[in-house]
């Protein structure tokens, strides 16, 4: 059977404001072949939602941002909502203060990893998130860098066991790429098919399972 | 002269579908695809994946790569976001062995779908 039977995710689509371009973006990820995606700005409450379809799942994610304090705080405020948080890797001291604030799902890309974050990362169950999108939209230097931090967070990922999770980052039906086109962009850094397809499907369905009301966090033993 | 059979380069076709607002030309399309295989691989690499546009509609196409660079060519052809100063995505639909089988199994099977959704 071939690894790309599997259900796929993307957890970091930017959703437009109007219905009609959501449901386009939807039949796209569809064509694609995503069964889900997470989105970062979905508004709650929205009524008109049923005119998607019934068989692709749509999750909340956000994205905390700004300095190290307010960061933190904001992981605390969203940890019991259920939604996928996700921060940017933006420098060392945001990376930091992120990965060392329990219940954060994604850290996303972060410029400079190190064996100490790794090991924090590795000890709170972060997964790191390679944003494959920043590949596809950049060209020369630009492109190199983004690349070397890719391949550089690969090797810490391995070495530290982390789960990895891979986004194109979606604004538009144009951004979306096949789960198969982004392993082939994955294996340009190093990143065995195996990973990247567990990068789209199995940690992506593990990080909803650990956001659900029922589940039971490791080190609890229920008497 | 003919290649002798035993030394000949194995080939695979890719078939894609163009996803655009407006219609991309062939030139067009032939030098943002060679833009982004430079632009990935350099020279030597693009000599070594040795690509051609087969055959191109404006809304489908076959391009040729060897056979053990499948994976880089379709890295490249994921890179290409803007063609002109229209947005595009291009999505592999499969890979062949040979022309027909990318124009008859891989195209005429998608255009079938789309035109039938509701049988698979």
């Given at each position: 059977m071939s690894m790309f039977n599997a259900k796929f995710y993307d957890f970091m689509v930017h959703l437009p404001d109007e219905m009609d371009s959501i449901i386009s973006l939807v039949s796209a990820a569809k064509e694609f072949g995503y069964s889900g995606i997470a989105a970062l700005n979905l508004k709650k409450n929205?009524?008109?939602?049923?005119?998607?379809?019934?068989d692709f799942s749509i999750y909340n994610a956000i994205e905390v941002s700004g300095k190290p304090s307010k960061l933190r705080d904001e992981i605390r405020k969203y940890k019991d909502t259920g939604e996928i948080l996700i921060a940017r890797g933006r420098n060392e001291e945001v990376a930091r203060a992120a990965v060392e604030t329990?219940?954060?799902?994604i850290i996303l890309?972060?410029?400079?990893?190190n064996n100490v974050l790794g090991k924090i990362a590795s000890d709170n169950s972060i997964a790191l998130g390679f944003n494959i999108g920043s590949i596809i939209h950049t060209r020369g230097e630009e492109r190199v860098r983004e690349l070397r931090i890719m391949r550089a967070n690969l090797m810490y990922a391995r070495k530290y066991d982390l789960q990895m999770v891979l986004t194109c980052?979606?604004?538009?039906?144009?951004d979306f790429r096949s789960p198969r086109e982004m392993a082939a962009l994955g294996s340009l850094f190093g990143m065995s098919l195996k990973e990247a397809v567990d990068g789209m499907s199995t940690v992506p369905l593990d990080i909803i399972r650990k956001k659900s009301t029922g589940h039971i966090q490791e080190g609890v033993e229920i008497i | 002269m003919k290649t002798l059979p035993v030394l000949r380069e194995k080939k695979r076709y890719i078939a894609f579908k163009i996803i655009s607002e407006n219609t991309i030309n062939r030139r067009e399309l032939t030098e943002e695809l060679f833009d982004s295989m430079y632009s990935l691989f350099g020279d030597k690499g693009t000599s070594e994946i040795n690509?051609?546009?087969?055959?191109?509609?404006g809304g489908f196409g076959v391009l040729r790569c060897q056979k053990d660079r499948t994976s880089d060519t379709r890295a490249a052809l994921a890179c290409i976001n803007r063609v002109g100063g229209d947005s595009i995505s291009i999505r592999v639909l499969g890979i062949s062995g040979t022309v027909k089988g990318a124009m008859e199994k891989l195209i005429q099977q998608s255009i079938i779908k789309e035109t039938e959704p509701g049988k698979d």
């Open positions: 929205r009524t008109d939602m049923n005119q998607l379809p019934k329990e219940r954060l799902d890309q972060p410029v400079k990893f980052e979606p604004c538009s039906i144009y | 690509p051609a546009l087969m055959s191109y509609d």
